[in-house]
């Protein structure tokens, strides 16, 4: 799980949807002020793809490395 502040995250998600991976709405809150969510775009599901493609070959690169390094 990942850990830090809660106030790290919400500079993230602007960004990400400044760059129209995410979209946001706004609801009313029966209790408190609204409440702004946030939906992953197309683009965003296209982007993710391939950031898990780049992370799975950087991974898979390094575990080589250090299986030919144990060997």
Do not use: C, H, I
Not at 19 to 45: D, H, I, W
């Amino acid at each position: 799980m990942l850990a830090g502040k809660q106030s790290a995250l919400y500079p993230v998600l602007r960004n990400l949807e400044g760059a129209g991976l995410l979209e946001s709405f706004v609801e009313p809150s029966m209790s408190g002020p609204p409440r702004r969510y946030y939906r992953v775009t197309q683009a965003g599901r296209e982007a993710l793809t391939d950031w898990s493609a780049a992370w799975r070959a950087t991974r898979d690169s390094l575990d080589a490395v250090l299986k030919e390094a144990s060997a």
